[in-house]
Structures are given as C-alpha cells and as structure tokens.
C-alpha cells in the first residue's frame, strides 16, 4: 500500500514537472513568434510605421488629392521632376508624382496674402498649406515678391494668382466701397503698420470676389510668416477641419500661438522652431494669469505682437473684410465659432535680422511719441526704436533677453504649466518637403523672362486676374490734399447715417490689469 502511494507520489510529481516545462517552453516561444510575425508584416507592408507617416517617401499627404500618381517619363536622372508647362493641371509634389490641383474635393479653400517675401519664406508657406488642403492663393505682391526672379516662379505654381501693386490697381481700389466708408477710416493716412493693415484690407475685398469667381468655399487671411495648425481634426488636415463645421457658421476664429525661439541664430524659422507660447483662449485662466509675470520676461505683453488671432470666412453674399484679422457681413452679425484646439502659429521676430528689416521698411523717427503714429503694437514700437539706435552688439543683446528663451530650467515650467508647447508637425512637413526637392524642382521650372516681358506681364496680371470688380481697392494713401478732402467729406456723410463698429486692429492678450475685468466676465 505505502508502495502504491509512492508510485502515486511520484508519477504526480513527474507530471507537474512535464507541465511546467511545456509551459515555460510555450511562454519562450511566444514572444518569439509574434516578433518574427511582426517583422515579416513590417518587411512586406502589411504594418504602416507611425515614424513615417509624415515622411517625405509617404504616398499621401492629407489633405491632398487621393487619385493616383501618374507615371511621367523624363530624361533627367535627378529625383525631381520640373513643373509641366503645359496646361495640366498636375503637380509634381517629388518624383514622378502629380496631383490634380483642381479636385473637387470640398471645401474648397483659399488664402489671400499681402507680401513682399522672397522665395525662401513663401515656398515652404504654400506649400505647407497645400499639403494640409489649401488649393488656391491671391497673392498680392510688392518689393522682392514682385521682382521677376521671384514673381516668375510664383506665376508658374498651379491654383496661384499673383497680383502686382501697380498705378492700375491702387486706381481701382481708390473706388473701393470700404475706402469710403467709416469702420477703416482710422487708419488712413498714417505710415508704416496702419498703412499696411489699410493694404492688406482693400487687397481682402478684392479677395472675395476673386474667391467667389474661383468657386471658392472658405477665405483665409494669413501673413507669409503664419501656418495653420489644424489640430482636433480628424486628420492634420485644414479641409477636413472646415468640412466638419456646421452649415450655418460663417467665420471660423483661429486663436494664435506665438514662436518662442531657443536660439538667436535662426535662418529657416519654418524648419528650426518647434516650441510656442499657447494663447489665452486655450488656456485655463488662473494658469494665464498665474503664470503672466514668468510668461512674459519683462516684455509689455505676454505675446510680443498681437493676440487676436486670425479667421476663415465662409464665401456668400455681402461679406467683407473687418481688418487683416476678422470678416463681417453688410446684413447681418456673422455666427461664429472659435476652435478649440487649431491655432495659427505666428513666428515673429524669429531672425535677429527681423530686427533691421522692419526697421528699414519705416521712415518714423526712433522716439517714443513718433512709433505710436506708425506701429500698433507696443512691442513693435520698443523693438524700432532698438534698432534705430543701437550699436549691433546692444541689439543683439537685446534680442536676446526679451526674445529668445535662454534658460532651460522656465522653458520646462512653464512647458509643464502648458503656457508652452512643442508642435513638430509643420517642421516635419516642410524639411520632408524640402528633401524631396519640391522647392527646387518649382524654381527650376520656372520660365525665364526679359525684363520688357516682365513688365507687360505686370500690366496684364492686374488687368486680367486683379480686375474682380469695379468697385473694388487702394490709392496712394495720404499723397493727394483732393482726395483726402473727398474721402473726409464721404465719411462726414456716412457718420450721419449709421455708426459701423470700427475694423478689428491686432490686439495684445489680456493683461493683468484685465483680470478682474476677465473673471467678473
């Protein structure tokens, strides 16, 4: 009997002991197979990396078209094939890859700009933007954006007119409506910023109309130096952001964040900038405010310009410009939404030479009465009237206590705070463009022209393309003592009829003396 348990004993022993080795033995070969599974997938495409969907070797990009691409031929060994210059409507993002440029993909969206930008910043803004969408773009060009080595390139790039600030066209906006009405009339005749945010809002109502002939669905304003960011869509995609708004909105409040440079040797801000200041409106309000003294180092503001954002306008009847930040409509308040989670981002002053450049492009004098009769912003005003007077070596000293974030042990602060952020997309998107030789194939494909055909190009642009309306934009602003007098007289009439609301200016964020006023609110 002691025997027969023995026997028992140990055959139960001996069992356990086979089932824990094929136990370990199964939970060892596991893992080793799912890894070997994996690989073979990921080898064979079965598995879409999550690093490479924004890479440049990715065969979509939201946003865009999703037809196929086409096979082209070419005789070249370079990677890059250069724009057709026929009448396809097909572009080349890299390799032999085309996209049709006029989908009907809906909505459709345009962006009208006011520049005097070289290539260098306005190819990686476009294009940016066409990637997350954008098909169409007024651009309104002076300066280097209007010499022939720059204007030759842009007039090449499918779903882009170019429009010349030429006599012809500052006639026609001298007939605009909004010339002759009140809500702008604040802003006539001053130099420097007001003059521009005038431009940029006679070049807006020429816009629309452009727009509405395009069959245009949203209108956006944005300066050379913004990106939207379509964050809290489905996918990085403005389109896709717009199509979800519903149908009886009509203007889209995009709250902007603010570059905060690490360095003060930027040159490509597009490609070296990933951290931003958010804005008040995507933040909780004792963390603004909380945070307001660190977040703003001794500057006037806690952004360095504006902090009102920008707009996007869905296309009907009777809407206008309100200034170079919001739209309005003739008959009635427009609904409104502001997101919240897409932003534009602002890379201000994020080149030491910024500095200068705006300082060259004003004639006021560098003291603290005159800057207010040409810049709106009180940081603009000290940043002038630095490199006015300033020995190189002081700018950049000051350059770099009030603009650039030096010390790492804040920047992690307020990171964790959330006052800043890190957005790489935009900087994924334009290096993965730039690698794949967009830019360069768009400059290598453009046609070379005399400075006689440049010119006569200039006078048919304006009278083809920037012709919209005969009622439409700008004069000379404050050069003709008659048509001051005219203007005045018109407003004197307009103001016994009606009081419009003045056009919305850039704005700084809320201060701290607006704290109260905020939370009684």
């Not at 003059?195 to 669905?217: C, H, P, T, W, Y």
């Not at 932003?343 to 005159?370: I, M, Q, W």
């Amino acid at each position: 009997m002691a025997g027969l348990h023995t026997s028992l004993r140990g055959s139960s022993s001996s069992s356990s002991q086979s089932f824990s080795s094929k136990l370990l033995l199964l939970l060892t070969l596991l893992p080793l197979t799912l890894a070997a599974f994996a690989f073979v997938l990921q080898w064979r495409g079965g598995v879409t990396d999550p690093a490479t969907r924004w890479s440049p070797e990715a065969q979509k990009f939201p946003g865009m078209d999703s037809s196929p691409p086409t096979t082209i031929g070419h005789a070249s060994s370079s990677d890059c094939v250069l724009l057709s210059r026929g009448s396809s409507p097909s572009f080349p993002y890299y390799r032999d890859w085309k996209f049709d440029v006029e989908s009907d993909l809906k909505p459709k969206i345009c962006i009208t700009t006011s520049t005097s930008a070289g290539l260098e910043q306005i190819l990686p803004w476009m294009f940016y933007h066409k990637v997350i969408g954008v098909s169409t773009f007024f651009l309104f060009v002076e300066g280097k954006a209007a010499s022939p080595n720059v204007s030759k390139v842009l007039e090449s790039i499918p779903g882009v007119k170019v429009i010349y600030r030429t006599k012809e066209l500052e006639e026609q906006q001298a007939k605009s409506r909004i010339w002759n009405e009140t809500w702008l009339s604040s802003f006539f005749y001053k130099p420097c910023n007001y003059e521009l945010f005038v431009k940029q809002s006679l070049n807006m109502e020429m816009a629309i109309v452009m727009a509405r002939n395009e069959g245009v669905d949203w209108i956006l304003h944005l300066d050379t130096d913004e990106l939207m960011h379509p964050a809290g869509a489905s996918e990085y995609s403005l389109r896709q952001l717009l199509h979800d708004v519903p149908g009886n909105v009509d203007m889209v409040i995009f709250p902007n964040y603010e570059s905060s440079i690490e360095r003060d040797d930027i040159k490509e801000p597009f490609s070296q900038v990933s951290m931003f200041k958010k804005n008040y409106d995507h933040l909780p309000k004792d963390t603004y405010f909380g945070m307001y003294k660190e977040s703003t180092r001794g500057n006037p503001n806690y952004f360095l310009t504006y902090g009102n954002g920008k707009s996007a306008a869905r296309i009907q009847d009777h809407l206008r410009p309100n200034g170079a930040h919001r739209w309005h409509n003739y008959m009635k308040t427009p609904n409104e939404i502001k997101l919240e989670e897409a932003a534009v981002l602002h890379y201000t002053y994020t080149k030491f030479s910024d500095l200068t450049s705006r300082r060259d492009r004003c004639g006021c004098k560098p003291t603290n009465e005159d800057v207010k009769r040409c810049f709106m912003l009180e940081f603009d005003r000290a940043a002038f009237i630095i490199a006015s007077t300033a020995t190189e070596e002081e700018m950049l000293n000051w350059y770099r206590q009030h603009i650039v974030w030096t010390d790492k042990a804040l920047n992690m602060k307020l990171l964790r705070k959330g006052i800043l952020t890190r957005i790489y997309a935009p900087m994924v998107i334009i290096q993965g463009l730039r690698e794949s030789g967009v830019f360069s194939s768009v400059i290598a494909s453009a046609p070379t022209m005399s400075k006689d055909k440049f010119l006569s190009s200039m006078g048919s642009t304006n009278s083809s393309k920037a012709v919209a309306s005969e009622s439409l934009p700008s004069r000379k602003f404050g050069r003709s003592k008659e048509s001051k007098a005219t203007a005045r007289r018109t407003l004197e009439i307009a103001d016994t009829v009606s009081h419009v609301a003045a056009a919305v200016p850039p704005l700084s964020p809320p201060g701290m003396d607006d704290e109260r006023l905020v939370i009684d609110a």
